[in-house]
């Protein structure tokens, strides 16, 4: 990356920069992209699910009705609808 570009990518962002940081920023965005452009170089191989392949056994969800009694008789204090709590800071 040349320091004419690192100008106008801050003159892009609307950045002020100095001249120390733009021969920082140049020399931090060059690495940036060596790097980008290694990882690049690499091949991935897709892999594709396989029907042998092992899967996490989930349960099946159980759906349990419960009209809140037993919450509720754990309040001490209770107005209306309403049930307090201690305050907690």
Do not use: C
């Amino acid at each position: 990356m040349k320091t004419e570009e690192v100008k106008k990518l801050a003159d892009l962002s609307r950045i002020k920069v100095s001249k120390g940081e733009i021969k920082e920023f140049t020399k931090q965005l060059s690495d940036i992209l060596s790097y980008v452009n290694k990882i690049q170089e690499y091949k991935f191989i897709a892999q594709e699910y396989k029907s042998d392949d092992k899967i996490a056994e989930l349960r099946e969800d159980q759906v349990i009705q419960n009209d809140g009694e037993d919450l509720i008789k754990q309040f001490s204090d209770q107005e209306g609808n309403l049930l307090k709590v201690k305050k907690i800071l």
